[in-house]
C-alpha cells in the first residue's frame, strides 16, 4: 500500500473533486460555478444563487419563480419542533439550538429516497426554508417571548429580519442582509463543507448532513471570528487606541482577529463587498465610531503585516455590518449557517452524485503486542 506523508489539518490534499466553487487566493477572486462574487453580490439574490449552487446553473424566471415560492410556503416549522426549542436553556448558544433543531426535522422527514430527484428538491426547499425559522424562533424564545410567525408577503431576507426584531425591515437593510448571505454561502472545502461531505458519504439523511456541519461550523476557529472582531473593536474604543493596540498584539504574537487567511494572501473579496455595504448602512442609518476604528485597523495592519499576506477577511466587516442591523452578537455564526446551508447542499448533492464512503487511514503512533494487567495489579 502507497504510504502518504501525514499533513495536519490535511493541508493542500484535495478531499473531493468540485465544481460548486473555486479560490484564487493569490488574485483574490472566488467564484461560484464559474461566476464571480462581485457580480452575484450585485445582482442576485440568495435564492437565486443558492439554486445555482445547488443545482449548477442560473434559474430561468420562471424556475426561480418556482423555486422561491416553494421556500416561501415551507418556512414554518412544526409545533412539535417549537415546543422542543421551548424547553432549550435561554442560556445555551444558539448553535448548538441551531444543530439540535436541524437534527430533529430528521425526526419528521426521516425518508432516505436519495435517488429520487423529488426528495432531493423537498429536503433542498425544507432545509433552506426552515433554519431562518428556527434561528429567528430561539431568539425569541429565549427572551420569553412566542415565536413570530414567518410572513408569506415577505422576501426571504426581509423575512428573517421580520421574524428576529418583530418589525418589517428596512429594505435597504433587508437587501444588504441579502447580499451578506451570498458572501457566506459557499466557501470550497472548508471544515464543515468536508464534515457535510464525510456525512453525506454515509448516505445518511440531509438533515443529519446540515446538522453535522452546523456543529462544525460553530467552533471559533471557523464559523466564531466575526464575534470575536466585535469584542476587540469594544476593547479597543477608539481611534487613537487602535496603533498601541496592534503592537502590543505584534509584540505578544497574539493574532488580529478578522485578518489572514489560509488561502488569501491579498484582501478577501468579500471583506471589500462588506465594507461597502457597511459604508451604505452607515450612509442611511447614522455613523458608527467602531467602523472608523476599523478602518484604522486596516490602515495600520496593512502597513506592518501587508508582506505577510495579511489583509481583511470575511469577518471583519460583517460584524460591524450585523451589528448595525441590530442583529445579537451571538447569532453572527447561525447566520453564517443560514448562508451556508446552500454551500452544503450543494455538496451533499455533488457527493451523492459520485459517492464513495470516506474513509481515510492514520499514522498509528502507538504500541503493540500490550499484555492485558489485570486491574488489582495496575
Ligand atoms: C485565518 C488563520 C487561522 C489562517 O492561519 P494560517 O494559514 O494557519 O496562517 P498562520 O497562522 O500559519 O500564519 C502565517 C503568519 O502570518 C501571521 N498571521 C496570520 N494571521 C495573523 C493575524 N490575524 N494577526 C497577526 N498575524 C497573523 C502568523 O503569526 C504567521 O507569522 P510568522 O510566519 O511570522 O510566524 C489566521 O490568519 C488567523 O488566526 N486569523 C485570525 C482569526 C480569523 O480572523 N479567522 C477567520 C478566518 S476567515
Redesign the pocket.
Known amino acids: 500500500m502507497m504510504v502518504c506523508e501525514y499533513k495536519p489539518g490535511l493541508e493542500g490534499i484535495p478531499a473531493a473533486e468540485s465544481s460548486v466553487s473555486d479560490v484564487d487566493g493569490q488574485k483574490g477572486i472566488l467564484e461560484y460555478r464559474g461566476i464571480r462574487i462581485e457580480e452575484l453580490a450585485q445582482k442576485s439574490t440568495f435564492l437565486e444563487t443558492a439554486y445555482l449552487l445547488i443545482w449548477g446553473q442560473l434559474p430561468t424566471s420562471e424556475e426561480l419563480q418556482a423555486f422561491e415560492h416553494e421556500v416561501r410556503f415551507h418556512r414554518r416549522i412544526k409545533y412539535r419542533i417549537r415546543d422542543m426549542m421551548k424547553c432549550f436553556p435561554e442560556s445555551g448558544h444558539p448553535m448548538d439550538a441551531l444543530q439540535a433543531s436541524a437534527a430533529a426535522l430528521g425526526l419528521f422527514y426521516s425518508r432516505r429516497d436519495l435517488h429520487n430527484p423529488a426528495y432531493i428538491r423537498d429536503a433542498v426547499v425544507r432545509l433552506l426554508a426552515t433554519i431562518p425559522t428556527m434561528v429567528a424562533a430561539f431568539q425569541l424564545m429565549r427572551k420569553g417571548n412566542d415565536p413570530v410567525r414567518p410572513r408569506d408577503d415577505l422576501d426571504y431576507s426581509a423575512n428573517f429580519l421580520y421574524m428576529l426584531n418583530e418589525k418589517e425591515p428596512d429594505p435597504l437593510a433587508a437587501r444588504i442582509f441579502d447580499v451578506c448571505l451570498i458572501l457566506h454561502a459557499e466557501h470550497t472545502m472548508n471544515a464543515s463543507t468536508f464534515s457535510a461531505r464525510v456525512t453525506a458519504s454515509t448516505l445518511t439523511d440531509p438533515y443529519a448532513v446540515v446538522a453535522s456541519a452546523v456543529g462544525t461550523l460553530g467552533g471559533p476557529?471557523?464559523g466564531g471570528?466575526?464575534e470575536?472582531?466585535i469584542q476587540m473593536l469594544e476593547e479597543i474604543g477608539s481611534v487613537g487606541n487602535v496603533r498601541p493596540y496592534l503592537e502590543d498584539?505584534?509584540q505578544r504574537?497574539?493574532?488580529?482577529?478578522?485578518?489572514?487567511?489560509?488561502?488569501y494572501k491579498v484582501k478577501?473579496p468579500r471583506a471589500t463587498i462588506l465594507q461597502d455595504l457597511a459604508q451604505q448602512l452607515f450612509a442611511k442609518f447614522g455613523s458608527d465610531k467602531y467602523y472608523d476604528i476599523a478602518v484604522e485597523m486596516e490602515r495600520v495592519?496593512e502597513e506592518k503585516?501587508a508582506h505577510?499576506?495579511?489583509y481583511p477577511?470575511?469577518?471583519?466587516y460583517s460584524g460591524l455590518v450585523y451589528a448595525k442591523l441590530g442583529i445579537p452578537t451571538d447569532l453572527f455564526t447561525p447566520i453564517f449557517a443560514i448562508a451556508r446551508v446552500a454551500g452544503w447542499l450543494a455538496h451533499w448533492k455533488e457527493q451523492l452524485a459520485e459517492n464513495r464512503i470516506f474513509r481515510p487511514t492514520q499514522v498509528y503512533n502507538g504500541q503493540h503486542e500490550i499484555a492485558y494487567t489485570a486491574i488489582e495489579e495496575r
Open positions: 476557529l471557523h471570528a466575526n470575536e472582531v498584539c505584534l504574537k497574539a493574532k488580529i482577529m478578522g485578518f489572514g487567511h489560509r488561502v478577501d495592519v503585516l505577510k499576506g495579511i477577511n470575511v469577518d471583519f
